[in-house]
């Protein structure tokens, strides 16, 4: 725990302590400082975590809950306190209900292909059209596998869910699931998902939330939520890629069969039949990402440690900051206007290419991400190709924002 | 503006005017290339002449130097030989290819504008989409 990390939204000081504590922050970019503004395509990395993995593989590494000796009792431990920090983050019941996976696309993967071999011609999944690729693509090999009906409800021009639309594709009761985006990594959309997972439950379906995105801005708590699945990844979480988790209801992943067989995830195994050890170890076959799961607790720590509130309240004035200043430049045009939003913003701008942009931003040292986002299906359904994005994180300064502004009004003279 | 080394006022010129965009109505080859990683996508047609490209226009929705390196290359096509437009694409590939020091090789002066990819990886195939599309369209991979 960093007690002393408390963040005072306002504070130009309390941000420079924070960002002194992302080494990468202070690196330069052709020559340029670096102003990194793609955090929602992967987050920097705090000490805190660094050094938690580095210890871990100095002083306390060894395989997980097979060593009968100290240093594996110790990696044990360490992995399975890390458990306990994501079931903590999430407000899950109990540690038991989190299954740590590579990320938030493994964990989707995990729910597709094993909670969706229960499911059965005739019954239908219902995705958005907002969805990252990956909370696409598992749902459509299910359905070729399994042949169950993949729907998907509209989003408005303004970027948010047809709720209306979304209520009628439940109505038949055919829906055995919903899978959603509980942020959109494009547009910023946060979507109403207590008020999902009510639709979806009376309609009879269960609620699947992907929160890659929403998990690193706001506090997330899935009984509150009333959700049945919740998958995040570590890595824009401030942790290490490679880890991520699925939190389900307990009496699902109990119902659910394996995800991949192999070592730890068995109780018995005899060449005629195996039978399963319990959830989550059930889910976790081989031996698993430990020093990253230890890394992912540790951000965990840091994140709790400077408060997610506070961390909610920073993004939401630099996203309402970025929002009133980015469309004083020339030509630049916001890209959705949802109800509710997180600190993503794309854009694009008249005679500008968004690559052209990405590429004339990072010469200036300024990272962003341009491109369809891995979301092609909503970038068809607001008409364009690509965007430019920009998305901000816990160390996000407002300065950072102002010399993008500046920057990007110089690409643009430059190009008209 | 840094970075203007390689938006050099040749590409963003023919990038906003290009000069051999639209469709090629006696086309007598056609290819599409495309970029999944950004979405560029370019439609080339050519009319080929016994051995000799009489014709050659592009469709190109994409970046700066994607419309640029289509609208070049499809003029600096016109009136050569099918193995000459060929052997050019290869020329073009291999200017900028990993740790080449090659550098025009006989290529158009106009080319050069492309040379500050070297230092750009990431939007090497930008430029290149428009050749491979050529070499597809001529039957070469």
Known sequence: ??????????????????????????????????????????AQKPDAVIDAMSTMMRTQYANIHRGLHWMSE???????????????????????????????????????????????????????????????????????????ELRVAPVTDDGDLDIEAFGDLLSDGKVALVAITHMSNVLGT???????????????????????QAVVHRRVDVRALDADFYVFTGHKLYGPSGIGALWARRELLEEMPPFMGGGDMISTVTFEHSTWAPPPAKFEAGTPAIVEAVGLGAAIDWVEGVGLDAI??????????????????????????????????????????????????DRNGIAVRAGHHCAEPLMRRLGLNATARASFGVYTTEAEITVLVETLGRIRSFFV | MDGDS??????????????????????TVQ??????????????????????????????????????????????????????????????????????????????????????????????????LPWTALEEALGHD
């Not at chain 1, 909610?312 to 309402?320: K, M, Q, R």
Request: net charge neutral; hydrophobic share 45%; aromatic share 4%.
């Open chain 1, 190 to 212: 946060v979507t109403p998902a207590r008020r999902l997972a009510d639709m979806a439950h009376a309609a009879g379906a269960k609620i699947l939330f992907d929160g890659s």
């Open chain 1, 312 to 361: 909610s309240a920073h993004e939401a004035a630099l996203t309402a900051h970025a929002l009133r200043v980015l469309p004083e430049v020339p030509g630049l045009r916001i890209v959705g206007r949802p109800a509710d939003r997180g600190g993503v913003v794309s854009f694009t701008m008249e005679d500008v290419h968004p690559h052209d942009i990405a590429t004339l931003l």
């Open chain 2, 31 to 128: 290819a599409a290339g495309s970029n999944p990683l950004c979405g560029d996508r370019i439609a080339l047609g050519v009319r080929v002449d016994g051995d000799r490209i009489a014709a050659a226009r592009h469709v190109t929705k994409g970046c700066a130097i994607c419309a640029a390196s289509a609208d070049l290359m499809a003029g600096s096509i016109e009136g050569r030989t099918l193995s000459e437009a060929l052997d050019m694409a290869g020329r073009f590939h291999h200017m900028l290819g990993n740790g080449s020091s090659v550098e025009l090789d006989d290529l158009p002066e106009s080319m050069a504008a492309f040379l500050p990819l070297k230092t750009h990886r990431s939007r090497l195939r930008c430029a290149t």
């Open chain 2, 6 to 27: 390689l938006y050099d006022s040749l590409i963003v010129r023919r990038a906003r005017e290009p000069r051999h965009a639209g469709e090629l109505a006696d086309a």
């Open chain 1, 1 to 42: 725990m960093i007690g002393d990390t408390t963040l005072d939204t306002k504070n130009v000081a309390d941000l420079s302590h924070l960002r002194a504590q992302f080494p990468i922050l202070s690196e330069t970019v052709h020559g340029k400082p670096l102003v990194f503004l793609d955090s929602a395509a992967s």
């Open chain 1, 74 to 148: 110790r990696a044990t431990e360490a992995y399975e306190i890390a458990r306990s920090r994501v079931a903590t983050l999430l407000g899950a019941n109990a540690r038991e209900e989190i299954v740590f996976t590579r990320n938030s696309t493994e964990a989707i993967n995990l729910v597709a292909y094993s909670y969706g071999s229960l499911l059965k011609p005739g019954q239908a999944v219902l995705i958005s059209e907002m969805e990252h690729h990956s909370n696409i693509v598992p749902w459509q090999l299910l359905r070729d596998r399994v042949g169950v």
